[in-house]
């Protein structure tokens, strides 16, 4: 996928649940460019980190995590001859969530702890909750009359968006749906991110020739009901709206990408000023990148790509103008970064090890 595209939502209908797994990755070829020079001098002065492989669930051959929080516990998939289990991470070890055929998409700061993703074949949406330590049995939230869907984002509240069927989705605390209409000429819909306000990221899609994921537009949502379109660099181009931090005074940050072409793709930061309902910057990068997470002082985690069917990648932390590339442990490479914890000491996601892909945590010291 070149970002974080709508296929990810038609990839849940599958009855193949651990190709499904392998393939609802945000979307974009694998690879890394070279820095911009102004990136490239900021390393020197750019904070440090550790890395760490999580490994995977017993029995299973590679993971990957979704989502961190400020507790530094990850969320994600471990992957095996079964299929994909979700797995929640205590005390730095992964613990499987219960549920068989699932995947854990995000978690909450709060307490107690929500998770949501999906379960089962074909993939049903679900929150988990996890109390010192103890994940419960997964509740299942109201897909009207959907026959799949997954919960992709989740605040500290316990409200998710994600989609049922081909339809955007967002549950209140209790449970209870809302579809929301995808705008004229859009066919699909996806919910990736919503904050404490109520305020959400969508995108929506619709088939094009050109596009093999299709045509894409984000949107921020506001909590009371506004649609406020988050557009391409050109006409002809697709946006991404992949997450986006709390309020700060009147003000949202957001990540996504942007793409001009089908072969190309930006890592983006909208700023949206949510009392005006209005976009007040946006800042692109240079290189071939997508931002998939963002905390909430609107620090960007992604990966950068190269050429057309290049595997390489670099997971990378953007901070204002500088990008700071995320090194996998020792041995490691081609890593991605799918998640940056609210206060940005934490970023999540996955790399090449000797014996397969594996969920890494990087820990940010400033």
Not at 10 to 30: H, N, Q
Not at 202 to 230: C, H, K, N, Q
Not at 313 to 330: H, V, Y
Request: contains cysteine.
């Amino acid at each position: 996928m070149r970002g974080f595209t709508i296929r990810q939502t038609a990839c849940f209908a599958s009855a193949v649940v651990a190709a499904l797994a392998l393939a609802c990755t945000p979307d974009g070829p694998s690879g890394v460019t070279g820095l911009d020079p102004n990136a490239r001098a900021a390393r020197s002065i750019s904070p440090s980190y550790t890395s760490t492989s999580l490994g995977a669930l017993p029995g299973d051959n590679s993971s990957r995590a979704n989502g961190v929080n400020d507790a530094g516990e990850v969320v994600g998939y471990s992957l095996g001859a079964n299929g994909p289990r979700a797995f929640v991470t205590v005390s730095g070890s992964l613990t499987a969530l219960p549920g068989a055929n699932s995947n854990a998409l995000a978690v909450s700061n709060g307490s107690p702890r929500y998770v949501v993703g999906w379960v089962g074949a074909p993939s049903l949406p679900v929150r988990w909750t996890v109390s010192s330590g103890v994940p419960g049995q997964p509740a299942y939230l109201s897909m009207g009359s959907a026959t799949y869907g997954a919960a992709r984002g989740v605040n500290d509240l316990g409200q998710s968006v994600g989609s049922l069927g081909n339809d955007a989705a967002i549950w209140d605390a209790d449970g209870n749906v809302t579809l929301i209409l995808a705008p004229s000429g859009f066919v699909r819909g996806e919910g990736r991110g919503i904050d404490n306000a109520g305020h959400a990221v969508f995108v929506f899609s619709r088939p094009d020739p050109a596009w093999p994921d299709g045509i894409a537009v984000g949107y921020l949502r506001l909590a009371t009901g506004e649609m406020i379109a988050l557009p391409p660099s050109t006409a002809s181009g697709i946006s991404y709206a992949n997450a986006l931090s709390q309020v700060s005074g009147s003000t949202v940050q957001i990540a996504g990408s942007i793409s001009t072409s089908a072969s190309s793709s930006r890592a983006v930061r909208w700023t949206v000023d949510v009392a005006q309902q209005q976009i007040v910057n946006t800042e692109l990068r240079s290189e071939a990148s997508h931002a998939v997470a963002i905390s909430d002082a609107g620090v960007a985690a992604g990966f950068t790509e190269g050429t057309t069917n290049s595997l390489r990648s670099d997971a990378f932390r953007w901070q204002g103008s500088d990008l700071l590339t995320l090194s996998p442990p020792k041995t490691g490479k081609e890593a991605k970064a799918w998640a940056i914890s609210p206060s940005g000491a934490f970023i999540a996601g996955d790399a090449k090890l000797q014996t397969g892909r594996l969920a890494i945590l990087w820990r940010v010291s400033p």
